[in-house]
């Protein structure tokens, strides 16, 4: 992420929507539209007031990888659409992938 600093709110480290969405060169409106998919994707979102915030620790946990809790990050290839671990095929190679 970019270096802008995460507000605190009750002690615990926030990025704001825009800042969030700078810091991994996507839009504001690429986030509501994560958010709004079904599963949810991106790092898990806490809303305060109207206001969706980034936890530091969910952004840092969703930029190393898939989770086991809240949302996950599905762009690894052993994972299939809707997060399920895709079983291992072999082409015709006789390669695994």
């Not at 994707?41 to 809790?69: H, M, N, S």
Request: glycine share 10%.
């Amino acid at each position: 992420m970019k270096s802008q600093e995460p507000q605190k709110i009750f002690g615990i480290a926030y990025y704001s929507e825009q800042q969030f969405a700078d810091g991994i060169d996507k839009t504001p409106t690429t986030l509501k539209r994560w958010r709004r998919a079904r599963p949810p994707k991106g790092p898990k979102v806490t809303k305060i007031g109207r206001k969706p915030f980034y936890a530091e620790a969910d952004v840092q946990a969703w930029l190393r990888g898939p989770c086991t809790e809240g949302h996950h990050r599905h762009d690894n290839e052993n994972f299939g659409r809707r997060g399920q671990r895709r079983p291992k095929t072999e082409n015709i190679a006789g390669i695994s992938r």
